[in-house]
Antibody, heavy 120, light 108 residues
Framework: QVQLVESGGGVVQPGRSLKLSCAAA????????LHWVRQAPGKGLEWVGL????????YYGDSVRGRFTISRDNSKDIVFLQMDSLRPEDTAVYYC?????????????WGQGALVTVSS | ETVLTQSPGSLSVSPGETATLSCRAS??????LAWYQQKPGQAPRLLIH???TRATGVPARFSGYGSGTEFTLIISSLQSEDSAVYYC??????????FGQGTRLEIK
C-alpha cells in the first residue's frame, strides 16, 4: 500500500535551517508529483509547494518562495524540503502528499506529518 | 489567489441525520474542487475530487456537488466516526493551490 513517512522535524532557532525528508513506498515514485502541505497549530491547511515527477518543475506558495526548496531523489524514492531563514510563523506540522495521477494537483495520499517548531 | 470560503464554521448534527457543508470560490474553479476529512491528530484524507467523484474506499454516504463557484459536501446517515474537520481545496488556478478554512463537524 502507499506509504509516505516524513522525518527530520524538530526545534530550530529563528533564522536557522532545517531539512525534512519524506520516504515513499508502495507506488511507482518516479511517476508521481509530490506536494508539501503544512498546518500551524490549531489552524488550517496551507499548501507549501509541488515538485513534478521528474523534478523539472517546482512551484511554491508565496509565504515560502525564496526560502524553501523542494527536491527529490527518484533513485531512493525520497522527496526533500529544505527550509532556510526560518521564522516563528513557519512553526507547523509539515505533510508530504502524493499528487493524483490524473491532474497531479490533488493530494490523494498523505504522510503522518513532521512537526517543526521555530523558537528561540 | 483563489480564495475558498467554507460555511458554516462549525456544526453539530445528530447521528443518522444529514450534514450539508458549503464551499464558495472567489472565482470559477470549474470542477477542480476536492474535499478532505481530517480527524484530530491525523493527516487529511481525500474524500472527493473533481467536485463529485468519491476517492477509493470512501463510503457512498459522502457526496459532492457543484461547479464554478458553489460547492456542497453532503454527508448522510451520520456516524460518530464522521466527527472531523472538512476542508475544500481548489487546483484550477495555481500556484498557489488553496484550501478553505475548514468546517468542524460534531456528531452529538
Amino acid at each position: 500500500q502507499v506509504q509516505l513517512v516524513e522525518s527530520g522535524g524538530g526545534v530550530v532557532q529563528p533564522g536557522r535551517s532545517l531539512k525534512l525528508s519524506c520516504a515513499a513506498a508502495g507506488f511507482s515514485f518516479s511517476s508521481y508529483a509530490l506536494h508539501w502541505v503544512r498546518q500551524a497549530p490549531g489552524k488550517g491547511l496551507e499548501w507549501v509547494g509541488l515538485i513534478s515527477y521528474d523534478g523539472n518543475n517546482i512551484y511554491y506558495g508565496d509565504s515560502v518562495r525564496g526560502r524553501f526548496t523542494i527536491s527529490r531523489d527518484n533513485s531512493k524514492d525520497i522527496v526533500f524540503l529544505q527550509m532556510d531563514s526560518l521564522r516563528p510563523e513557519d512553526t507547523a506540522v509539515y505533510y508530504c502528499s502524493r499528487g493524483d495521477p490524473a491532474t497531479h494537483t490533488v493530494s490523494d495520499f498523505w504522510g503522518q506529518g513532521a512537526l517543526v517548531t521555530v523558537s528561540s | 489567489e483563489t480564495v475558498l470560503t467554507q460555511s458554516p464554521g462549525s456544526l453539530s448534527v445528530s447521528p443518522g441525520e444529514t450534514a450539508t457543508l458549503s464551499c464558495r470560490a472567489s472565482q470559477s474553479v470549474d470542477t477542480k474542487l476536492a474535499w478532505y476529512q481530517q480527524k484530530p491528530g491525523q493527516a487529511p484524507r481525500l474524500l472527493i475530487h473533481g467536485a463529485s467523484t468519491r476517492a477509493t474506499g470512501v463510503p457512498a454516504r459522502f457526496s459532492g456537488y457543484g461547479s464554478g463557484t458553489e460547492f456542497t459536501l453532503i454527508i448522510s446517515s451520520l456516524q460518530s466516526e464522521d466527527s472531523a474537520v472538512y476542508y475544500c481545496h481548489q487546483s484550477k488556478h495555481w500556484p498557489p493551490i488553496t484550501f478553505g478554512q475548514g468546517t468542524r463537524l460534531e456528531i452529538k
